[in-house]
């Protein structure tokens, strides 16, 4: 039985989460039934997410539908679980899906120009014609002078497939293009007695930046309004609040029309009887047809209205920061709608057209129409940098490793999550700040971080441990370092359409400002794996914090920085000024390691699918030789054959055959992965050979290379936490284990012992303090007392570090300075570590896994 709790919010409207269970305990098949903390039966959905390599259940997914949430929950396997009182149905017929959650009815149309047709509670019609529109440029908006005309579409769905069909949870993928561009995802979520429906919409780019400007994207209804001018409602989130209005008011007047009147009508209630002198004279009332808000930037939106199209606009007291929900309709029922991260997502825009009318519009702008058109191109002209030769002396100067022609946007994507809600009376205040929260912020069950652990997954780590001076130094540096990313991304604005969940790579002491504007030093793009630092954190913790940071980065990272169509399908741009700027396109970024976390602890389809994109790494690496710039041979891409990385390269390749396997019971994933393995510790220098030659059609390595290559890159990428979880499977290939036990000795060893052992000194050896870890790994396996203590000495003092000298390490104390003065925009809270290291990211890849060491290390 696993005890479950909420993240932070409960959930009301209906919620997905995920259980590990340890290995052997829970069979392929076993049901789970759910209670409440008094015993209560609670109707749970249940499905299997992954297995272990006996086939018992790894992972679990678990939904629950609409109702009153408890405080705890229980889980227990192999009990048959209770059955909702009014189930999700879908049904098919004539190419038409009824979908309905007992509360809900959704119409949708298998192909066509909706998402829905019709939305309907009860017997009454709330809305119809959910649909996605854009609006396209083929210059970019001006900075002055005229206009540039636009093109309007509408989403055109091709196919519809029913993922899942109750009784708890039902899931509808819709798929389309908005005409000729654009291809997108729909997922239409259903919870048993549910009003709400969650919408998770992704697009793809795939337009020529030269001549295509999205210039708008969005989600828009029509809102069925029944009720009189004075009793139809506009709701609108600001930073604290809605805005409240009705269509024709009757508050403020000269005259009155009655305090209850005034009172009903603010509250969103039915008026009742209007005083004669003010009802006599309503048509000369103006009805505001029309409402806009605008969020134009992290720190401000703007509200509007009028009275019809032909007619200026009233400019409304705006604000800050809005919570991105609305509502349209009477007091006879209407529609809520809203974007979570609406304000951290900018520009972004919310509107209400024709309230006045039969049929009211509701728009939700992913990219608001206001703002200047999106534009795609890249950064600069190239400078010259024609040849590999001249590049590579670009990458010297500014880090950036540019080619012409890589720098394109074609085939990034981006995710949203919106919500329609069915509502059969204009909501309170409370209710709409409560569904804005809701969305904000979704509920989740989850685990307690000891029940996680106990079932041995994700390989090696450990609980916080405050036991001692020095493991309380760690957690404390480690609570720091999370707590100064929130502070910058706040601080710094990193946010936007395409920026929010990344943060920054490198800091500039001398401008007192992150390296936005200087090649590889700006977006960090996964570099030295920030989203593994994040998750692990989240697991040992259980801190809804670290989630929602982790969560936000693992959207960013998995959609942005990442090709899903295209020549490089399936690999990642490495860090740059712009997401999709750098040449070198890898696995590294696309590493199905970044995205496991995310996807087994809330069973998020979108997240499945980037792993999916990875079914067959190998091929994916063929697409293009990362070495081409600095090959000394004449090689070129051979068919049949490629040379792999034994770091970032294979990690990646590992991350995703075990995903594969773990979750479908893919025979050709695990045998590639159990394969390559073997072969690793077949080869004369293990891991220390530093590349093999895969054989695409065996899917196994050529095991007669005998050289040394050592990269001060190849296990911050994910290979120590996928080697650890791979021994830990224990999968009955005692060559691996012995490999990388031997490099994690040797990485850091002396140059005496490395000579002797493998006959020279290791070269490029760096980063010490994060290679500490593998020491320390090496140590915890073998019990070898000395060897944790070397594995200390490297974690807390740098010497012989050949590339990069550390100084957050010797610097005791770590403390935030304030930075005021003209050449800084506006005081700035700043670590004192940051501005005399400039390289967080270095401090961060070194001990964003401190937890597996400190456990086992001996104290000093």
């Known amino acids: 039985m696993t005890a479950l ?15 590990p269970w340890p290995r052997g305990a829970v069979e392929r098949d076993a049901p789970f039934a759910l209670t409440d903390a008094d015993g209560r039966e609670v109707a749970v959905q249940s499905w299997v997410t992954a297995t272990w390599p006996d086939g018992s259940v790894k992972w679990s997914a678990h939904a629950i539908g609409a109702q009153p949430s408890a405080a705890e929950y229980r889980l227990e396997p192999g009990r048959e679980p209770a059955t909702p009182p009014t189930p999700v149905t879908v049904t098919r017929e004539d190419g038409v899906l009824t979908v309905g959650t007992g509360v809900v009815t959704w119409t949708i149309e298998e ?22 529109i854009s609006l396209r440029q083929h210059e970019p908006t001006p900075d002055e002078g005229s206009p540039v005309a636009r093109e309007q579409s509408t989403g055109v769905v091709e196919q519809v497939t029913v993922e899942q069909d109750g009784p708890v949870r039902a899931v509808v993928r819709l798929e389309g293009r908005h005409g000729d561009w654009l291809p997108f995802t729909v997922r239409l979520y259903f ?31 029509d809102v069925v309004m029944r009720d009189e001018l004075h009793d139809r409602h506009v709701r609108l989130a600001g930073d604290q609040g809605f805005l409240t209005e009705a269509v024709r008011g009757l508050t403020g007047l000269r005259l009155d029309p009655g305090e209850s009147v005034r009172r009903a009508q ?24 029309d409402h806009t808000l605008d969020q134009s930037s992290a720190d401000g939106f703007t509200l509007r209205k009028r009275t019809a199209e032909g007619h200026a606009w009233v400019t409304i007291p705006s604000g800050t920061r809005s919570a991105g929900y609305g509502y349209a309709g009477g007091v006879t029922g209407g529609l809520g709608f809203g974007l979570r991260d609406f304000w951290r997502l900018h520009p972004t825009r919310l509107d209400i057209r024709n309230a006045a009318t039969d049929l009211a519009t509701a728009t939700v702008w992913l990219w608001s129409p206001s703002a200047p058109a999106m534009d795609l191109r890249f950064y600069h002209d190239g400078m010259g940098q024609d040849t590999f030769a001249e590049q590579l002396e670009g990458l010297e100067i500014t880090y950036e490793d540019y080619e012409p022609g890589f720098g394109d946007a074609h085939g990034v994507a981006r995710t949203h999550e919106l919500t329609l809600r069915a509502l059969d009376a204009t909501p309170s205040s409370a209710d709409l700040a409560a569904y804005a929260a809701a969305m904000n ?137 712009q997401h999709w700027g750098c040449s070198c396109k890898q696995l590294r970024i696309s590493n199905a390691a970044y995205r496991r976390f995310y996807y ?128 830990a499977l224990d999968l009955g290939i005692p060559g691996f284990e012995r490999a990388w036990l031997d490099y994690c000795r040797l990485y850091l060893a002396t140059p005496e012992q490395q000579e002797a052992e493998v006959g020279r000194r290791l070269s490029g050896i760096s980063l010490i ?92």
């Not at 030093?521 to 030295?528: G, H, Q, R, T, V």
């Open 191 to 221: 919870y048993a007695g549910a009003e709400d429906v969650r919408i998770m919409h992704t697009f793809v780019w795939d337009g020529d930046p030269e001549r295509d400007f999205l210039a708008g994207l969005g989600l828009r209804a």
């Open 441 to 577: 912020e979704p509920g989740l069950l989850a685990a307690s971080p000891e029940r996680v652990r106990e079932a041995g997954v994700f390989g090696v780590w450990e609980l916080p441990d405050r036991s001692t001076p020095a493991h309380a130094r760690i957690e404390g540096r480690l609570d720091f370092l999370f707590d100064l990313y929130v502070r910058e991304r706040e601080q710094r604005r990193w946010y936007g359409f395409w920026d929010y969940g990344d943060i920054m790579h490198t800091y500039d002491p001398d401008r007192h400002t992150w390296r936005y504007d200087i090649g590889g030093y700006a977006w960090d793009n996964s570099e030295l794996s920030p989203d593994l630092w994040l998750w692990l954190q989240y697991l040992r913790t259980g801190r809804a914090d670290v989630f929602r940071f982790a969560e936000s980065m693992t959207r960013h990272t998995g959609e942005v920085d990442v090709y899903h169509l295209g020549r490089w399908k399936g690999l990642g741009s490495r860090h740059n000024v």
């Open 769 to 860: 303090q994060a290679h500490s870890r593998l020491t320390a790994y090496a140590a915890a396996r073998t019990g070898d007392a000395g060897l944790a203590a070397w594995a200390w000495r490297k974690f807390t003092f740098d010497e012989g570090d050949q590339l990069n000298k550390n100084q957050l390490q010797r610097q005791e104390h770590w403390e935030l300075t304030l930075v005021d003065g003209p050449e800084v925009l506006s005081p700035l809270r700043e670590a004192s570590f940051v501005s005399t290291n400039g390289a967080a990211q270095y401090g961060l890849a070194a001990i964003h896994n401190l937890a597996l060491i400190g456990k086992h290390l001996a104290e000093r």
């Open 600 to 727: 087994y602890l809330t069973a998020d389809e979108r997240t499945g699918d980037l792993m999916d994109e990875l079914s067959v790494p190998e091929e994916t690496f063929t697409i293009i030789d990362p070495l081409r710039k600095v090959r000394q041979d004449v090689y070129t891409p051979d068919p049949a054959a490629l040379s792999v990385g034994l770091g970032t390269d294979w990690g990646s390749l590992a991350a995703a055959w075990l995903t594969r396997w773990e979750r479908y019971g893919d025979e050709r994933a695990r045998d590639r992965l159990l394969g390559t393995m073997a072969d690793i510790g077949a080869l004369p220098q293990g891991f220390l050979t530093g590349e093999a030659r895969l054989n695409l059609a065996s899917g196994r390595f050529d095991t007669s290379t005998d050289k040394i290559s050592v990269s001060h890159l190849s296990s911050l990428f994910g290979l120590p936490e996928i080697c650890a979880e791979l021994i």
């Open 111 to 132: 192909s066509g120009g909706t998402l829905a047709r019709s939305i309907s509670r009860g017997s009454r019609e709330i809305a119809r014609d959910v649909r996605l």
């Open 266 to 289: 603010v509250a969103g209630l039915p008026c009742g009887e209007i005083d004669p002198e003010v009802g006599n004279r309503l048509h000369l009332i103006p009805a505001w047809n």
């Open 5 to 19: 709790r909420w993240l932070d919010r409960p959930g009301e409207q209906g919620v997905t989460w995920g259980v």
